[in-house]
């Protein structure tokens, strides 16, 4: 196609709306309308004689003979005809909504990659003056109510009011509020069509913007406008008559008595919106630009209206439950989202009941749930258990997240750990050295290869391994003679990362492998360096309570290096080779499974956030309790996920009492270092020859830390603990 030529394209589907965008294409210099196609014969001949083309009933009649086409069919029938244009090398602009499931969505924006083809989705609105002026002007959204209603359209009948009507308000709101959906609450009621025709969605963004968004397709007249409220603007648009007000504080009035305010209303006649949409499209065709709605936007909008779809029948099911009387009244009484912690501030307990857990699942599920039901409900409907495309996906987004080459998933943060000794051939005879005070797992694979677990002591400021003991602890065992000094892992205890500048000198020093025990500290940092590429081989956990958890067991080895990561790959997986027949090293079973994958899928889209609350509540609790206990260090350029938040005190029995009489779970990492456990013992020089974790061990205890922890409930903890030590 030369660039001057017109573009040949079709209309698929010329019912209602499809008409238009035929009459559109026809007055368009840039297109040449030459075929439509409907599978209702009589529509489509009138259609083909009124703009003088070939009229043809089956879509596939058109297939590699049009440079590009509308598609406005039904949307259930999106993916089909979207996916064939697009294989046989047409340009695709599809009307909105791209589909009614994630997964086709996302196939359809993953075909157009790969085909290299133009796939712009119909968000109308999108080509709008007044839309671009909010993008302009809207910088920080903090609060955005929206409400959509209209008569019923016949056309609107496969899907509800979501994927109808409330999609739009949705891909507009995406736009605004840049940052991921934490929650979403909806209710919704089928009036006349048999899904939901009246629906009302609250959702709530990472970056604490929340909306509420009202559609209905049940009214006699349209009304179509949204307002957004940022610190120092209000923004009123009203679609219908196409206006936008802002209000905001006259700069001059700032200081004091009853502000002054400025009003600004501008009018938008922006003319032919379906013409605007259709130009841009065919620019996009002609330039090979991006066009302004994509797949992924368009991909984006339907995980958002599946997210509200999900919420509203998790919310019809506590509605039915409730009406089967399935729910008691003390259930029933109970808001849905009162969960121990946000109730706790001020609240007298019963000893023994916990109302502020050290870590609050439940919350985090309540806040996630739509997208991790979706995640999950995906992998039921599949039912590729082992080894499913999530995993893989999981994988290459861990890679990305921490900056490294390979992330190979498996079944636990022990088999972790396993594996990446096993890899490295350790067994009898090879001395490993890793701090005495960590989780019994650290030294157990070493001991369970039959090697030699040697405690080294800790820092008393970061409580990880102490790079002066780890030097004393690999001369002793050189002159020794009857092991081979051969590895060292550093344990990043409570999240902060083990000081690895220092030990990969002393490991390359002395010729020993390093291995991350990254277990607790899974989006932790030194210098922007995340962790995983800290040393040569990282393992970590998605224990439930770890920072990124799943729910169950599961785990992840992370290396730069790819000829560990092709051996550790292979031993994973009973350490088959390429051709999954014959083994090639001793290996074992350890794979995540695919549901646990989904899970962690879900849970990485608010990773960062959570990160940063978990920052916020240590950076809380220091504020308060600097000058009572000894905090958590945590060093210049270092950043800590904070799996526990540890303090040192040295009344601890009374701190934990008064906390346990006001509800606080506490908790002691750890009771003992490993060199004075029973069955460890033997590889120790027993009580007092590593006094730093002796001493830490007897006043260490961990207070409650999770992202959903508000600043009411730290501080009511940090009173108990300050009343409880003066
Ligand atoms: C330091 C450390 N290493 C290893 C592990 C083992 O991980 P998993 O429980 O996933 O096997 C843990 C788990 O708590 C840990 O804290």
Not at 85 to 98: I, N, W
Request: charged share 25%; glycine share 8%.
């Amino acid at each position: 196609m030369s660039i001057d030529a017109p573009i040949s394209m079709a209309v698929v589907g010329v019912g209602y709306f499809g008409r238009f965008h035929a009459e559109k294409i026809s007055q368009l210099p840039s297109a040449k309308l030459i075929a439509v196609a409907d599978i209702d014969a009589k529509r489509a001949s009138e259609m083909g004689s009124l703009f003088g083309v070939d009229a043809v009933t089956d879509y596939r009649d058109l297939l590699g003979k049009v440079d590009a086409v509308s598609v406005v069919v039904p949307t259930s029938e999106h993916y089909q005809v979207v996916s064939a244009f697009l294989e046989h090398g047409a340009d695709v602009l599809v009307e909105k909504p791209m589909t009614s499931s994630l997964d086709s969505a996302q196939r359809l924006a993953e075909i157009a990659r790969n085909t290299e083809r133009i796939l712009q989705v119909g968000h109308l609105e999108r080509f709008s003056g007044m839309v671009e002026t909010l993008q302009k002007r809207i910088h920080r959204p903090l609060y955005i109510d929206s409400v959509r209603i209209s008569p019923f359209k016949l056309r609107g009948t496969d899907v509800n009011v979501i994927l109808d009507l409330m999609i739009h308000d949705l891909d507009l709101i995406l736009c605004l509020v840049d940052a991921p959906i934490l929650s979403v609450d909806a209710v919704g009621s089928s009036v006349f069509s048999g899904s939901e025709d009246i629906a009302s969605a609250r959702i709530k963004f990472a970056n604490g913007c929340v909306a509420n968004i009202v559609a209905s397709r049940i009214s006699l007249k349209t009304e179509r406008r949204m307002r957004i409220f940022e610190r120092d603007q209000y923004v009123a648009v009203d679609f219908d008559r196409r206006t936008i007000r802002t209000v905001c504080t006259a700069p001059e009035s700032l200081s004091v008595g009853i502000p002054e305010i400025e009003t600004e209303e501008e009018d938008y006649r922006d003319g032919d919106l379906l013409k605007r949409e259709i130009d841009a499209f065919l620019r996009s065709v002609a330039s090979r630009q991006e066009p302004v709605v994509n797949g992924e936007e368009g991909v984006e909008a339907v995980r958002a209206a599946i997210l509200v779809n999900n919420s509203l029948r998790s919310h019809a099911d506590f509605v039915n439950e409730i009406d089967a009387g399935l729910c008691g009244p003390k259930k029933r009484s109970q808001p849905l989202h009162s969960v121990g912690m946000h109730s706790m501030a001020g609240a007298d307990s019963d000893a023994g009941e916990i109302l502020v857990p050290l870590v609050d699942l439940k919350t985090q599920y309540l806040s996630l749930r739509p997208r991790i039901d979706a995640r999950v409900h995906k992998v039921l409907s599949e039912g590729r258990y082992i080894l499913g495309p999530e995993v893989e996906e999981l994988e290459k987004a861990l890679a990305r997240f921490s900056g490294v080459r390979h992330a190979i998933c498996v079944a636990s943060g022990t088999d972790a750990l396993k594996i990446a000794l096993m890899t490295e051939g350790i067994g009898p005879g090879a001395a490993v050295f890793l701090p005495s005070f960590t989780f019994v797992a650290t030294a157990e694979v070493v001991a369970g290869l039959g090697a030699t677990p040697v405690f080294v002591d800790i820092d008393q400021e970061t409580f990880n391994i102490d790079p002066d003991d780890l030097c004393r602890c690999v001369e002793e065992v050189r002159r020794d003679e009857r092991f081979r000094a051969c590895a060292v892992i550093a344990v990043d205890l409570f999240g902060l990362p083990a000081d690895y500048a220092t030990i990969n000198e002393i490991a390359a020093r002395y010729g020993l492998f390093l291995l991350a025990d990254a277990a607790q500290s899974f989006g932790g940092s030194v210098r922007s360096r995340r962790v995983g590429s800290l040393a040569s081989v990282t393992a970590t956990s998605f224990y439930p309570s770890k920072p990124l958890g799943c729910y169950g067991d599961g785990g992840c080895i992370l290396t730069n290096d790819d000829s560990r990561a092709q051996v550790i790959r292979s031993i994973h997986r009973h350490g088959f080779g390429a051709d999954d027949y014959s083994a090639i090293h001793v290996g074992v079973n350890s794979r995540l499974d695919t549901l646990q994958a989904a899970i962690l899928l879900a849970k990485l889209e608010v990773f960062e956030d959570e990160l940063k609350a978990r920052e916020r509540v240590a950076h809380y609790y220091g504020s308060e309790l600097g000058s009572v206990v000894t905090l958590p260090s945590c060093p210049t350029g270092f950043s800590s996920a904070w799996t526990a938040y540890a303090i040192l005190v040295k009344d601890r029995s009374g701190v934990r009492e008064a906390l346990a009489q006001a509800g606080v779970a506490t908790a002691v990492y750890y009771e003992a270092p490993l060199h004075l456990h029973p069955a460890y013992a033997i590889y120790g020089n027993g009580p007092g020859s590593l006094p730093v974790c002796e001493r830490v061990s007897q006043q260490i205890v961990s207070l409650p830390m999770h992202p959903y922890l508000d600043e009411a409930t730290v501080g009511r903890i940090c009173q108990i603990v300050t009343r409880a030590l003066s």
